[in-house]
């Protein structure tokens, strides 16, 4: 129903930022509340942050507050983390994932759709 497609990822030093983006095809962007969940090596994908279908609301991992910011552009079918302040521990695989006609989600199973990844490797 809906493709996700992540960007932005890299590799980048402690304390540096990265914009990851997801781009949703179609034109019924608005219908899905949003998150990102990363995985590392080894670890099972954990939540880092959502945002539900207006923007107005948004929900962050105790481990990215303040950190991280989530945001998105309806227009542009489009949603972003705004990660600075980067820490080697946040070295991950980061997804995007969409719920649909729900308001946002922390929980990975409350999400319908998923993209493929992007890398983001944080070195000391």
């Known amino acids: 129903q809906v493709r996700l497609v992540e960007a932005g990822g890299g590799l980048v030093q402690a304390g540096g930022s990265l914009r990851l983006s997801c781009v949703a095809s179609?034109?019924?962007?608005?219908?899905?509340?949003m998150g990102w969940f990363r995985q590392a090596p080894g670890k099972e994908r954990e939540f880092v942050a959502a945002?539900?279908?207006?923007?107005?609301?948004?929900y962050y991992a105790d481990s990215v507050k303040g950190r991280f910011a989530i945001s998105r552009n309806n227009a542009k079918n489009t949603l972003y983390l705004q990660m600075n302040s980067l820490k080697p521990e946040d070295t991950a695989v980061y997804y995007c994932?969409?719920?649909?006609?729900?308001?946002?989600?922390?929980?990975?199973?409350?999400?319908?759709?998923w993209g493929q990844g992007t890398q983001v490797t944080v070195s000391s």
């Open positions: 945002i539900n279908k207006s923007g107005s609301n948004t």
């Open positions: 994932a969409a719920r649909y006609n729900s308001g946002s989600s922390i929980i990975e199973r409350g999400y319908d759709y």
């Open positions: 179609g034109r019924t962007f608005s219908s899905y509340a």
